[in-house]
């Protein structure tokens, strides 16, 4: 845990009803996996959703109407934030492991994407953030690798009961144009450093290094309300929105 705190904006995902067996406790709920991210802006971008399968995770009592689903870890951090149905307690509703959540399909905020589906990553900390990451392959290499190793790999699919229609319509979606890599600057980076997997994880730090400072202060939004705007001024708009519409929440830890 570092010094200085660091602050997400919670993306409500909503789990489209009906519930798979484990979750039917839940129904007639408005159930949401709350991704943790740091770029409110890729939001359009959207292909799916993170969970780390061996994780532990619980659907936990916000409100009257709205769970959240994240790790224990989260819900204690949020409880204190005032988002929690009792004051500083979480109630967790259902216990799940990651492995429930592969395959529930969302509806998610901004993504082009209708309908999107939850799915393994290995890199996922459960002592970080919720413990769900949301998936934007043409801005994120580690979203991009773990993405394209499900694509490639369907031994990979299989191990973790993944469905190829989860995975395979899926394409990158582009929403920001950087300056020296694309719009697909992701991919661009990883096919350039040669990465294989998602397992190599000091090619993907340093992917990341190389292409977050120009897409920041340099990239222009290609597609939404902010379209042709840079990246550095549309980031605040899009969370100020989220945020007004009830479709994020701010967490911090
Ligand atoms: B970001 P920092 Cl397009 N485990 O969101 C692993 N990764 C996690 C996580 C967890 N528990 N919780 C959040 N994250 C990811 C979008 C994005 C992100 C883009 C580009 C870069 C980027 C879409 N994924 O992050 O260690 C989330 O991915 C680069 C830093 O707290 C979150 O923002 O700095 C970011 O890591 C937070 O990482």
């Not at 995902?13 to 484990?22: A, G, I, L, T, Y």
């Not at 395959?103 to 900390?125: H, Q, W």
Request: glycine share 6%; with cysteine; hydrophobic share 40%.
């Amino acid at each position: 845990e570092g010094v200085i705190p660091q602050e997400y904006t919670l993306i409500k995902m909503e789990v489209v009803s009906p519930f798979p067996p484990k979750m039917s406790a839940l129904e007639g709920k408005k159930v949401f996996l709350a991704a943790a991210t740091l770029r409110p802006e890729t939001m359009y971008g959207q292909t799916n959703a993170w969970v780390l399968p061996e994780g532990k995770y619980g659907a936990f009592e916000i409100n009257d109407t709205e769970v959240f689903v994240m790790t224990y870890r989260a819900a204690l951090n949020l409880a204190y934030q005032r988002l929690s149905h009792i004051p500083e307690k979480p109630t967790c509703l259902v216990e799940l492991s990651g492995q429930d959540l592969i395959g529930l399909p969302l509806r998610s905020p901004l993504a082009f994407n209708e309908i999107i589906y939850t799915l393994p990553m290995l890199s996922v900390l459960t002592d970080k953030g919720t413990g769900i990451v949301t998936s934007v392959p043409s801005d994120s290499p580690d979203d991009y690798m773990a993405l394209h190793d499900l694509k490639s790999k369907p031994a990979f699919r299989a191990k973790f009961g993944v469905k190829d229609e989860w995975v395979v319509p899926f394409e990158i979606v582009p929403i920001i144009n950087h300056p020296d890599f694309g719009d697909r600057s992701a991919e661009r980076i990883c096919i350039e450093k040669k990465i294989k997997s998602q397992n190599e994880r000091d090619k993907l730090d340093e992917a990341k290094k190389t292409i977050y400072k120009g897409g920041f202060y340099e990239g222009i939004m290609t597609v939404g309300e902010f379209a042709g705007m840079k990246v550095q001024e549309a980031k605040g708009l899009i969370r100020s929105k989220l945020l007004e519409t009830n479709q994020a929440v701010v967490y911090s830890e």
